[in-house]
């Protein structure tokens, strides 16, 4: 559940937005499913005089009171408001467990009052699905007590993201938002970016992005690799020099190719993921000096290679082998192992790869999966440089011969490609099950998040792996199928062949 507080100093206009159509019309069914009072008592009436449809006078007039109690001594900003949002794919509650849950929030952000001071006056608004399909309830409240003290809030936001937590635990609710756990946090979608991608009936440009952003990291030894692979997936790329020095790259943006005449829309790293800022990034090779803005400018893009349709099948049969390989190798890791930040961040940036090579589109469940597993692979803000690791260096070498092989091209070659997606899906279930057992509740949903996503495939078979495959091009020799299966395991890579 995902608090949101803002601030106000006019609660009509609030509820008039609140009972009114939307931004996008969204607002289909506006109404009371809590508040300090009944709801029968506290809720407007509805006609169609001078123009409006509710007669939010008497409500507003009623949460209004206590703030004109107060009279001078109030707060200025007295119109507390918080929408606590579901993520879609948690589905909708009923008005009976909103109103419960508006009522735990309230007690426990302090509002209720206690036997030693009044509450406040407030109430919890429900009207359907947001724009981005998420289900959501608006609580208002008064910041004046019942007496008419003025209510002086300190550190709300960050007692509300607390409070949300303890909501989820007794409700039952997922734990999706990592970054309420301390780890770096992920900004959101804006709702012109919603819409825009609606029209075009696509992914959202900030979506793909990420998703390649972190496919170029994939199995990249160096800065300059990944910069030069980011340009390989046909990306435009940016960096962001210090004021002081020209030639210090301290970020960097990107931007899709456009289509005609339309401008490209930039994106800086920290705004796609948090973990993708370059200052997170740079912590992946700690001991490599950062090139400079002149080694971004002259980073080749990375070598287009087309195997031939045996060929590739043949590197997937390798990946997909040497990620059972290594999904044994984890139970052999204990919990609370230095290794486990590198292996989950190597193992998000494979499931991106995956992704890339399944879905091009950028819509699918393993798509939906790679996502989630990035938030449970996110890390704290303010960790170190992560321990080496054998099996992140596996998974990397495993990303980077799926990048040499590109995406299916027709259903056959499909039905092979999910041999790699069912064992990229038990190394995302093993990860689920470690994060649980290291106690990471955030991390541990998402994990289990991702695993739910592609738990479909695994049952139903290849007939769901996406096939809005490009045309096919002419391949290269054996020299590229060399390279490609050399960068799996050679240990399982003959396994396979016997």
Known sequence: MIPKVTYGARVRGLLE????????????????????DDVALLAPGRHERDGERWSLGELAARLDAPQIAAGERGVKQYVWQCS?????????LDDATWGRIAGRFVQEMGFTGDAERAGCRWIAVRHGLSAKGNDHVHLVVTLATEDGAPVWLRQDKRRSQQVADLIEDEFGLGKWTPGRAGATRRPELTRPEVERARRVDQAPDRELLRRQVRAALAGATSEAEWVARMRGAGLLVAARTAATDRDQVVGYAVALRPVGASKPRWYAGRSLDGDLSLPQIRKRWPDAPPPAAGQWKTADSAESTTLRGEDRMAVWRSSAAALEAISGRLAGVAPGSPQWPVVARASADLLARVAAATEPSGRGPVTRAADALARAAAPPRRAPAPAASTIAAELGRVADALMVTGPARDGGEAAVLLAVVVQAARLVVALAELRAAEQQA??????????????????????????????????REEPDTARARARVDPAVDQQTQR
């Open 17 to 36: 937005y609140l009972w009114g159509p939307g931004k996008v019309e969204e607002h289909v069914n506006p109404h009371l499913v809590a508040g300090y």
């Open 84 to 92: 606590l949002s579901l993520p879609a794919h948690e589905g909708q």
């Open 442 to 475: 955030h991390a541990a949903g998402a994990a289990a998040r991702a695993a739910a996503h592609l738990m479909p495939l695994l049952a139903q078979g290849a007939g769901h792996v996406e096939r809005d495959v490009p045309a096919p091009r002419v391949g």
